[in-house]
């Protein structure tokens, strides 16, 4: 069965310093990953999908098949960052999302 | 702009006494999904519509159901809230989606939080 799992429910980290958020996943097949955020009294929006590969935010994540992980990186956090960011998962056939327990990110200034 | 939107944004029944959650997207969105996110968990998905056909999880209570009339509004229906149903809930549309596609990106409402007493 689809499992994502964020290991860390807090993150606090200084302004200016590098930040990782923690996914790893099980699936047998090939999923998509994601990563959502939440920033406060805002909704849940998507952040970056590996299949674009794109940065967003400054933020990148690469799909580790043979870790079966997706961490979210950061080189220099800001303080507009702070906010849950939810890993999850999608496979082919299925429109629904798994998602992971998230990460509370605080960025320190 | 184009959006989803819950209402209400905070619901209070009490126990046993039915309650309706609606959400409605000017995004013109094939697809609709109702999740349940309790205290410190993860969205978990109850159910979604494909234009009008039904997707129950089959983890989700009987309790729960849903209902489309058009492709604007989806309701979530709790026909007798226990404690337990005490939980934040999502409302999500991403256009059409298939097992011959990419994931479509789903855009998500505020939310409403339901508490039972």
């Known amino acids: 069965a689809q499992r994502v799992t964020q290991p860390e429910k807090l993150l606090s980290v200084f302004k200016g310093a590098p930040v990782e958020l923690k996914c790893n996943y099980s699936?047998?097949?090939?999923?998509?990953l994601f990563w959502y955020v939440q920033y406060s009294r805002q909704r849940l929006q998507l952040l970056l999908r590996h299949i674009s590969r794109e940065s967003i935010k400054g933020f990148t994540a690469d799909l580790n098949k043979g870790e079966t992980s997706f961490h979210l990186k950061k080189p220099f956090a800001q303080e507009e960052d702070s906010a849950m960011y939810y890993c999850?998962?999608?496979?082919?056939?299925?429109?629904?999302?798994?998602f992971g327990t998230g990460t509370r990110l605080t960025v320190i200034p | 702009d184009a959006m989803v939107i819950q209402n209400p944004r905070y619901q209070v029944t009490q126990f046993g006494k039915p309650v309706t959650l609606s959400c409605s997207q000017t995004?013109?969105?094939?697809?609709m999904y109702w999740y349940q996110q309790k205290s410190s968990q993860a969205p978990k998905l109850l159910f979604h519509?494909?234009?009008?056909?039904?997707?129950n999880e089959a983890d989700t209570p009987d309790n729960f159901q849903s209902r489309r009339p058009n492709t604007s509004f989806c309701f979530l229906d709790i026909r007798s809230p226990g404690l337990g149903d005490a939980a934040m809930y999502l409302c999500?549309?991403?256009?059409?989606?298939?097992?011959?596609?990419?994931?479509?990106?789903?855009?998500f409402g505020p939310g409403t939080r339901l508490t039972v007493l």
């Open positions: 995004l013109n969105h094939n697809v």
């Open positions: 519509y494909y234009d009008k056909d039904f997707n």
């Open positions: 999500a549309t991403s256009r059409e989606g298939s097992s011959w596609s990419s994931y479509n990106e789903q855009f």
């Open positions: 699936y047998s097949g090939s999923p998509e």
């Open positions: 999850a998962l999608a496979f082919t056939g299925a429109n629904n999302l798994f």
